[in-house]
């Protein structure tokens, strides 16, 4: 069954440091998200992505945040300078199309900023 | 002010003890509610759509309904395997398509041999 992988599993930086976290959406997909989820709270969104534009993104998705698609299965986030308050899971999502709402989660990458 | 609110926060049943969860949400002109499992350290996993008021859909041990308020998830029977966060979440109204949900934050739900 296709299903949505990301790399690293987990990704340990120095506060200031850059990241780019890593997602492979499921093939046939057109919408792709990331999600965040720090310890113990609530799945947050932070942007979704469409036809390689932003078509949303929540007030966590500051200047230090952006997503690319560098190819055609690829989709990343990368934050520039990262902030203790940035640790957390970050999960990337992917949904089908038109006439399927449904998003698919990959299984996350742990962020621990020192 | 939440959206979506998730009650009770635990629960704790005994293998075979059947039960409800509770998802309430307030936003307006409702275009689905979904529900999600969320294994310790995992990311969600997609369990159900809910469109409309008096649908209901099926999987194995898990049911989940909707009406115009809230929706449920029923668990029959439940195994020890059935122990995870179960998450709801929903669209916000007046945002283009399904750019986004907004997540509850979820029952954890232990069930004990």
Known sequence: EPEVTQTPSHQVT??????????VPISNHLYFYWYRQILGQKVEFLVSFYNNEISEKSEI?????????????????????????????YFCASRFGQGASEQFFGPGTRLTVL | ???????????????????????????????????????????????????????????????ATLTKKESFLHITAPKPEDSATYLCAVPPPFSGGYNKLIFGAGTRLAVHP
């Open chain 2, 1 to 63: 002010e939440d959206q979506v609110t998730q009650s009770p926060e635990a629960l704790r049943l005994q293998e075979g003890e059947s039960s409800s969860l509770n998802c309430s949400y307030t936003v307006s002109g409702l275009r689905g509610l979904f529900w999600y499992r969320q294994d310790p350290g995992k990311g969600p996993e997609f369990l159900f759509t809910l469109y409309s008021a008096g649908e209901e859909k099926e999987k194995e041990r898990l049911k």
């Open chain 1, 61 to 89: 998705f500051d200047d230090q945040f952006s997503v690319e698609r560098p190819d055609g299965s690829n989709f990343t986030l990368k934050i520039r300078s990262t902030k203790l308050e940035d640790s957390a899971m």
């Open chain 1, 14 to 23: 120095q506060m200031g440091q850059e990241v780019i976290l890593r997602c």
